[in-house]
């Protein structure tokens, strides 16, 4: 054991899902998100500009957006790719 508290006042990250004709896809693991851009994983190669329709799960709720991919960084085999969330609605939902 380290000794040091852990951050209990940091949430827990999104979950992100790919809405595509009306299918979800759960293809991202978030690595870390800063307000409205979230650093991700995933097998997928999306292009630099391209534009996603999302659901963003957190804390029990729900809400939709636009994730516009901004870019790409590390080695293949661990790539993080850089999203921007925008058009997000108003969250639905609570942790019970």
């Not at 979950?15 to 979230?38: K, Q, W, Y």
């Not at 809400?63 to 969330?85: D, F, K, N, Y």
Request: charged content about 25%.
């Amino acid at each position: 054991m380290s000794g040091r508290p852990a951050l209990s006042s940091e949430a827990s990250p999104p979950r992100l899902v790919v809405l595509d004709d009306g299918a979800a896809h759960d293809v991202f693991e978030v690595v870390s998100a800063t307000g409205s851009l979230i650093q991700v994983r995933t097998a997928f190669l999306f292009e630099i500009g391209e534009e996603l329709s999302v659901r963003i799960e957190q804390g029990g709720s729900t809400s939709e957006g636009t994730a516009r991919v901004r870019s790409h960084a590390g080695p293949p085999e661990a790539q993080i790719t850089e999203l921007e969330i925008s058009d997000r609605s108003e969250p639905r939902g609570q942790a019970r």
